[in-house]
């Protein structure tokens, strides 16, 4: 039998507060899942969730569950904790949370009711994870997000792996025998093509961006922070960064780059793996996040600077790429006295991430096979 050990942190309080009692007015939701390579989809679900509600727990199932229930994680375990409570409508975060919905834990934690979405989630015996919540009426459903999924996005790293093994042995790849139904057909479909990965079936609307964004605007006397990026693949690493970086004031915009963009300084191939608008979605979903540019120029204008009012411009320890002018896009900043450097501590980076999936491939190649018979059935 698998362990179930849960433990308890706080998005933004401290311990004791996950202690508190409940008052008689104040609604608790539960959520709960893998939220492997965390993303929009996923902060979509919490945000629906937690409008049901006034305060949000999730459970995040550990590495051992996922494992024996769904294939191995790309992403462990601490990763994933880190990264749901990074997500600004999560208000406490459960550990190793078992992954069959059970109504104890419900009440340890003083829930009345449990969101998922629309889809269907099934335990290692082919059974509903969420027939217990079900069956007792505790069971609330939420609208998946369209175009969106884990699987979407490890089918790109799948597809990257690939053509990463046909240039690195000059040979045609152990991928190009897997039937393309099981790895989602997709990978192959002209109307769903992204410039430089393939795949992209998310369609951006301006209600999306309004639901993620929230509208606030600096305050008098704010310090304003810019920070800029591809901020691809939406990751820990980002996360512990743009935390760094809201500590140097009190109002965060965060420039996103475009495609094109992201490309260029990559050195081409198929970067970015996720487009320009399921990258904006994805910071906007981060806590620490209060505005983003959408598109932002890969080089920091003064105009730029004065136009938002801001008071420092930071990056991190990656290596900066020259401009296509041969500008070094920090140096205005520089010059102003504003540039900082931010050193997150994390070495995770989308690269690594794609290093996962080309390392363990034949692992993440069995798991989409898996699941593909599993939703045929």
Known sequence: RLRHRPS????????????????????????????????????NSFRQAKAMGDYLVVGVHSD???SFNKGPPVMTEQERYKMVQAVKWVDEVVEDAPYCTQLKVLDEHQCDFCVHGDDI?????????????????????CKR???????????????????????SSGKESPFDEIDSQELGQYIQNPRTSHAWTGVSHFLPTSQKIIQFASGAEPKKGDRIVYVDGSFDLFHCGHVDFLEKAKALGDFLIVGIFPDAVVNYYKGGGQWPIMTLHERVLSVLACRYVDEVVIGAPYYVSKELINHFKIDVVAHGKVPIVLDEEGRHPYQIPKDLGVFEQIDSGNKTTSGTIVDRMIKHRLLFEEKMKRKARSEER
Not at 19 to 43: Q, T
């Open 121 to 141: 989630t099934s335990d290692a015996d082919g059974l509903d994870a969420y027939r217990h919540v079900k069956e007792a009426g505790r069971f609330r459903e």
């Open 64 to 66: 051992e569950a996922m």
């Open 8 to 43: 308890v942190y706080m998005a933004e309080a401290p311990p004791a507060a996950s202690l508190r009692k409940k008052s008689r007015s104040e609604i608790r939701v539960w959520c709960d899942g893998c939220y492997d390579l965390c993303h929009f989809g996923h902060a």
């Open 145 to 167: 997000t369209a175009g969106i999924s884990t699987s979407d996005i490890v089918n790109r790293l799948l597809r990257i792996a690939r053509n990463y093994e046909k240039q």
